[in-house]
């Protein structure tokens, strides 16, 4: 049995969607698309934090899912950790990491903080 058939965490992935108020400026709303998804939830080390930085990508958490919920970046993650301390992912990349075989998807992300309460 792999740590792949029993992702120990429980994700909710959300999209954005970008409107106009009345004074024309754009408002940012994410919706809930796909909730109490099996994931496995992991920091990334310095080395793969250093191979984003080179490309001016900040990243923090990589993602690990059976099945390909993030469409793009764009798309955000919310985790509770074991600790009840709740996250936001916002997605930086997504990739096939089943050498093509589509059965495990990694998404890197980087935990955003300090946004509005409107805005979570």
């Known amino acids: 049995m792999s740590l792949f058939d029993t992702l ?3 994700i909710t992935v959300q999209t954005t969607a970008y409107t106009r108020d ?7 709303a994410y919706t809930d698309t796909h ?4 994931a496995w939830v992991q920091s990334m080390n310095t080395r793969e934090i250093t191979e984003y930085q080179q490309q001016a ?7 690990y899912m059976k099945s390909n ?12 950790d074991g600790n009840s301390v709740d996250h ?25 903080s300090n946004l509005p309460q409107d805005d979570q």
């Open 8 to 10: 120990p965490h429980t």
């Open 22 to 28: 009345a004074f024309g400026g754009s408002t940012v």
């Open 35 to 38: 909730t109490s998804v099996a």
């Open 57 to 63: 990508i900040q990243v923090t958490h990589k993602v």
């Open 69 to 80: 919920y993030v469409t793009d970046t764009k798309n955000r993650i919310k985790w509770t």
């Open 88 to 112: 936001l992912l916002q997605v930086r990349g997504v990739r096939d990491v089943s050498a093509g075989a589509a059965v495990l998807y990694r998404v890197d992300c980087e935990e955003v």
